[in-house]
């Protein structure tokens, strides 16, 4: 359940996160971190969990001039998996950087995907196709809340070829689908 949403703009106050969108989630009682991209004229991105066991539903963000996020807090009206009602909680970027995902991009050439990381990779791992799993799936579009995951495949890795600098991988696949989910 999305909710409020805040981008980064600390410029590397809250780590190495510029430029991405913070979106709030009701339900999970957790923050999650998009990164976006426009391909031929259509915007698509990647989302990556960030901040799980939030003390009640997350629904409004907002970075202070320090560049701390700030999660307001509720589960009136919709339920949360938090343990309170409402509240506020702040989150500071603790000087450490996590190894992660920092961004997925479509291959220039649509047969893959770009991933670049926040820190050096292993080589050897970065170098082998069977380090990474790809699975897509959709949902259906209805006046309902929600459905199941629909359609689900696995698709075939047939290349990992790390990048010189060590902060990233290129994946080739087999098997792309336009207008699904890739997980």
């Known amino acids: 359940s999305p909710a409020g949403f805040a981008w980064d703009e600390t410029g590397g106050a809250f780590g190495p996160f510029t430029g991405q969108m913070f979106v709030g989630d009701q ?109 897509s799936y959709t949902y259906e579009a209805s006046e309902r809340y929600g459905s199941d995951e629909l359609d689900r495949r696995q698709l075939e890795i047939t290349s990992a070829t790390p990048h010189e600098d060590g902060m990233g991988v290129d994946l080739a696949v087999s098997g792309l689908r336009e207008g699904y989910v890739h997980e």
């Open 27 to 135: 339900y999970e009682a957790a923050v999650f971190r998009v990164d976006l991209e426009r391909v031929r004229g259509h915007w698509q991105g990647a989302c990556f969990r960030f901040r799980d066991g939030l003390a009640s539903g997350a629904v409004r963000l907002a970075f202070t001039p320090s560049g701390a996020l700030l999660v307001g807090e509720t589960d009136r009206g919709w339920g949360s998996k938090g343990p309170i009602t409402d509240g506020m909680q702040r989150i500071d970027f603790s000087g450490t950087v996590p190894f992660e995902a920092l961004t997925v991009r479509l291959a220039e050439d649509g047969s893959g995907f770009r991933v670049r990381f926040t820190q050096k990779a292993q080589s050897a791992s970065c170098s082998s196709p069977d380090s990474f799993t790809l699975e």
